[in-house]
């Protein structure tokens, strides 16, 4: 069992910058793939990053390519989602989900999200 605690997000201007990070408890964590995910009023939620257990490989949405980036400190059970040159589309709650393996599929653990508002 794993939980989940995002915090981090808030109001920022178009092309700014934000930095999420993700708490997590439990044991193992390094067995986890973990992944980023946000869901925009009244949309889908969608696939943002992912990381696997060991950090070595990263995957990411071509919407944020190039943007975004993840990257996990197994040290301390986190994970982090850097966001730059955000636009006003990129305002959603973003979640952080854990599942054992792979990165990529449906992900197991899910937290309560956080807010990420980018006004232009």
Known sequence: QVQLVESGGGLVQAGGSLRLSCAA?????SSYAMGWFRQAPGKERKFVLGISGS????????F???RFTISRDNAKNTVSLQMNSLKPEDTAVY???AKLGVAGGSYDYWGQGTQ???SS
Not at 55 to 62: L, Q
């Open 64 to 66: 944020v390519k190039g």
């Open 55 to 62: 950090g070595r490989d990263t995957y990411a949405a071509d």
């Open 116 to 118: 990420v508002t980018v």
């Open 95 to 97: 979640y952080c989900a």
């Open 25 to 29: 408890s439990g044991r193992s964590f």
